[in-house]
């Protein structure tokens, strides 16, 4: 029999690694994003027609720099007229609420060097950037923050390019290091880090599936233990079958249960060649026809959000409901480039602003490439560990885990429950024989931090010893929990 060893990490209820799948009635549930104020508004002459591929550093508990490519694709009534990408700089310091330009003086755009750019070539194609604070240890001096970028001025009739390197000491003047990577497709944001876990660099980039004449696109990942060797490029393996093209990824370790990677990549649906009725009816119809006799696509496809978990890397579970949907149509929605999550390689936790004494919630950016100015970036806000609960409907459910070892002394889980609802947790040996005095109270309410008590035996008594956890459970919620 395996028996899993968790230790005291915290284990969230995202898949059914320890579950025994035959026995248990409860489901597993995806949910949704409560959307907050925009943050920040693209409204300069250098911020293009649309921002794109935001990522952001913490620094402390106030200061988060943000990174975002600033792309002058098109006019205001949907005209191409491509001038080239600049990647910019904001910075907080009110955790997450609202973001400011510096004026860094560092770049010149059309003779104006008062703006937050920090790297800018006329006629650029530099995009796809993603910006880290590199934990490694051994990191080189010079080299804390590492910023990667296809570069597109390297194109080719295959449409691939290379993908470059930048270094920074200090978070904001970047210099040109070397080629990481060449010939792949890179064109969108690609996502790379340092896992302290693996003690490696992990970086997830979006490629094509051209073997059959075709241009499918999908994500790879590799490693790397200095930054220079990678190892050989892996496509991601999903439980669906669904073929589902996905265009950007922004995978990193999840910051509560970091053995658990978390995506949100996002959705490339083309489900027509031309247009069609319904497209009269969508948001903006003059400027999506005016791209559309332009370049199809970017009057024709959509994108929304899915949500993926991985233990490996490699293999992932992806819901096939979306995440985030366009939302009810607006003057801007609803547009290829709509739906887009930006990346943090430490998932960003503030204090909920909601409620008195709330407990501190998860921070997510959404922006939407709209084709037209302002854009906004906008904050959402979920529960922590609430991505994905077990859950069970008012009709009595159960968890039965598979057999496992823990160090400890104290058992809290992250749970919600209605007025009537519960759960009780039972603890069973190996062989699913209740352990004699192990059989919690009934548990009610909303915490993310409840104590579990088991009347006057210890918890602590059992560490180290394989066991099994009975949950039973109506019109409830179990999300994580922790020894």
């Keep these: 029999m395996n028996i899993i060893n968790i230790g005291k990490r915290r284990e969230v209820f995202w898949d059914d690694f320890l579950v025994e799948k035959e026995e248990t009635t409860a489901i597993l549930k995806q949910h949704g994003l409560i959307e907050k104020e925009p943050v920040f508004v693209a409204d300069k002459p250098w911020e293009g027609s649309g921002t794109d591929f935001h990522c952001f550093v913490r620094e402390d508990k106030n200061f988060i720099r943000m990174y975002y490519c600033a792309v002058n694709l098109c006019d205001l009534d949907g005209t191409f007229n491509y001038s080239g990408v600049s990647i910019a700089y904001a910075e907080s310091h009110d955790n997450g609420k609202t973001f400011i330009r510096p004026e860094l003086d560092s770049c010149e755009y059309k003779g104006y060097k008062k703006n937050n750019i920090i790297l800018y070539y006329e006629g650029s194609k530099y995009d ?258 609430g991505f994905i609960s077990y859950n069970a409907t008012y009709k009595p459910c159960k968890i039965l885990t598979k057999p496992f070892i823990f160090k400890g002394e104290q058992l809290t889980i992250n749970f919600s429950t209605s007025a009537i609802g519960y759960i009780r947790i039972k603890i069973l040996d190996e062989n699913k024989d209740y352990i004699e005095g192990y059989e919690s109270y009934e548990i009610f309410g909303d915490s993310v931090d409840r104590k579990i008590t088991f009347g006057n035996k210890k918890i602590s008594k059992l560490a180290g010893k394989p066991i099994r956890m009975l949950i039973e459970m109506s019109d409830a919620d179990l999300y994580s929990f922790k020894f």
Aim: net charge neutral; charged share 30%; hydrophobic share 30%.
């Design 128 to 385: 796809g950037i993603s910006v880290f604070k590199d934990e490694n240890p051994n990191c080189k001096k010079g080299e804390k923050y590492k910023l990667i970028t296809r570069d597109g001025t390297k194109y080719t009739k295959e449409h691939k390019f290379p993908l470059k390197l930048f270094v920074s000491e200090d978070g904001i003047h970047f210099n040109e290091k070397y080629t990481i990577m060449k010939d792949d497709y890179f064109d969108s944001q690609n996502i790379v880090f340092w896992d302290k876990n693996k003690k490696e660099y992990v970086l997830f980039y979006r490629t094509v599936d051209d073997s059959d004449g075709g241009f499918f696109r999908g994500i790879k990942t590799t490693t790397s233990k200095d930054f220079l060797t990678w190892s050989e490029p892996k496509d991601l393996i999903y439980q669906d079958d669904n073929k589902i093209e996905l265009y950007t990824n922004v995978v990193s370790p999840y910051v509560r249960a970091p053995h658990m990677y978390i995506g949100f990549p996002s959705r490339y649906i083309e489900r027509a060649k031309k247009w069609t009725d319904n497209y009269d009816y969508l948001p903006n119809v003059t400027n999506r026809k005016n791209r559309t006799k332009q370049q199809s696509r970017y009057g024709l496809v959509l994108t929304d959000c899915v949500l993926m978990t991985s233990r490996d890397g490699v293999n992932f579970n992806r819901w096939q409901e979306a995440f985030i949907r366009p939302g009810i149509e607006n003057d801007f929605n609803w547009v290829y480039g709509d739906a887009y999550p930006t990346w943090s390689n430490e998932m960003l936790i503030m204090p909920s602003d909601s409620k008195d004494n709330a407990p501190d919630e998860i921070n997510i950016y959404m922006h939407a490439y709209h084709w037209q100015k302002p854009t906004e970036l906008r904050r959402y806000v979920i529960r922590l560990d």
